[in-house]
């Protein structure tokens, strides 16, 4: 029952970006889609910035596609994401809107995008990374949380509940594999909205890891508390990167390190019931955020360029 997923790149790291979007592109990218997984993240294409590039505009062409792909395939779709304070329209950002036309953005803006994917989109990260390393709501970054106060999170939930009264709606965030201020704020957070009959169903942790830092070896425990709480857990953009010695490439010790990693947090969400759904966060190196987002780190992705798989590729799969 376990969906085994992975982001589909595109519509990505910006200027950056020196290769056509890959899902439109690359034949063989599209083979390792369909073969290996049986979920599919759009990466950035249901981000604010691209699906509403226009006050009155939105822009559906590549979500539409992937979730075409994905049904043709056999595949379940992760919506990502709708109330975050990165990735943001500049119109949006730097918009002089009062706090009634904000909240009426949000509201409009969730009920267009889940609803137009209504049966079609079975998880929705409907809040991305609202809580900080302290434990503390991202009020200064968060243009809803700032503008609107904490109770537009409810809000974001129940809206997209309406939208789609099926799928399931996740809190998402980095830094909270374990236990730590991050997850205990989210345990809180996700019992109080529960309390108040906010429609929040899953707690998922992002599990963007690096070799640098030990294996948050509380992972199972943390998915438990959440599972021992009555939450769907899920891990959403593993992947595990790496300081690269010179010339670039992983040594065969980073290799094996790299499929351990990988190895545990795929264990990790086996052990508890209510994982359910395990994605990574792309296929190879190439098309991977890790290189554009972390100076010297990188090769964080399960295959090779020419998608041969890693050592971490067979580690998930004997794990299976
Ligand atoms: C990243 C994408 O991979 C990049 O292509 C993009 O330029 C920036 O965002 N946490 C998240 C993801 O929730 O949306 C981020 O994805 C990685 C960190």
């Known amino acids: 029952g376990l969906r085994v997923g992975t982001a589909v790149a595109g519509g990505g790291h910006h200027e950056e970006q020196d290769y056509p979007d890959p899902f439109f592109h ?22 604010w910035e691209f699906v509403h590039p226009e006050r009155h505009k939105y822009n559906f062409a ?10 043709k395939n056999g595949q379940t779709v992760r919506g990502h994401t709708l109330l975050w304070h990165s990735q943001n329209p500049e119109w949006l950002t730097e918009g002089d809107f009062s706090r009634k036309e904000l909240r009426a953005i949000l509201r409009e803006h969730i009920f267009t995008v889940v609803g137009r994917y209504r049966g079609k989109i079975h998880q929705w990260d409907v809040a991305n990374e609202i809580i900080d390393d302290n434990g503390n709501l991202r ?23 309406q939208a789609d009264p099926k799928a399931k709606l996740f809190l998402n965030d980095y830094g909270a594999e374990g236990i730590n201020a991050r997850s205990d704020a989210y345990l809180r957070l996700a019992k109080e909205l529960r309390a108040k009959g906010v429609p929040v169903h899953g707690f998922a942790v992002q599990a963007h890891l690096s070799m640098d830092y ?11 508390r959440f599972q021992d709480a009555g939450f769907e857990t899920a891990v959403t953009e593993l ?23 990988h190895r545990w947090a795929l264990e990790a969400c086996l052990s508890v019931k209510g994982c359910k759904s395990f994605t990574v ?40």
């Open 239 to 261: 992947d595990v990167r790496m300081t690269l010695p010179e010339g670039g490439e992983p040594t065969p010790e980073q290799l094996k390190t790299q499929a351990d990693y």
């Open 281 to 320: 966060w792309g296929t190879t190196n190439r098309y991977s955020w890790v290189p554009v987002f972390f100076p010297n780190e990188g090769h964080a992705t399960i295959f090779w360029d020419d998608f041969r798989p890693k050592p971490a590729y067979h580690a998930l799969r004997d794990t299976l």
């Open 62 to 71: 590549a979500a539409d596609a992937i979730v075409n792909f994905a049904r």
């Open 139 to 161: 009020t200064e970054e968060n243009i809803w949380l700032r503008e609107l106060g904490p109770e537009i999170i409810a809000d974001a939930f129940r809206w997209a509940h």
């Open 26 to 47: 690359d034949h063989a990218y599209r083979g390792v889609l369909a073969k290996h997984f049986n979920s599919l993240t759009p990466e950035n294409q249901l981000k």
């Open 214 to 224: 030990p294996f948050p070896s509380d992972m199972a425990a943390n998915l438990k």
